[in-house]
């Protein structure tokens, strides 16, 4: 049996999926098993996704950088990230 869930819920996916897919304005930019992507992301909106969710520790501070720029056109794609 397979499932497909669509979610920004970065917590979520690491209980109940071995693989993960980031997707980027449509497109699949990541992909790979859960721990894999999750531990080592090579695209830089996974890693502002990872770095993003929450945690419940108000003494931590946040790693990471915020994801920067604009919404991307869809009717004008880039080449690139």
């Known amino acids: 049996?397979?499932?497909?869930?669509?979610t920004h819920n970065i917590s979520?996916?690491?209980h109940v999926a071995d693989a993960v897919a980031i997707m980027?304005?449509?497109r699949i930019v990541e992909f790979g098993t859960t721990n894999d992507v999750?531990?080592?992301p090579a695209h830089p909106?996974?890693?502002?996704l990872i770095a993003a969710?929450?945690?419940?520790?108000?003494?931590?501070?946040?790693?990471?950088?915020?994801?920067?720029g604009e919404t991307p056109s869809l009717l004008r794609r880039s080449s690139g990230c």
Request: neutral net charge; aromatic residues 14%; hydrophobic residues 40%.
């Open 1 to 6: 049996m397979a499932y497909i869930l669509f």
């Open 12 to 14: 979520l996916i690491r």
């Open 24 to 26: 980027y304005m449509g």
């Open 38 to 40: 999750m531990g080592h």
């Open 45 to 48: 909106y996974a890693e502002g």
């Open 53 to 68: 969710q929450p945690y419940p520790d108000p003494d931590r501070l946040r790693t990471g950088a915020p994801i920067l």
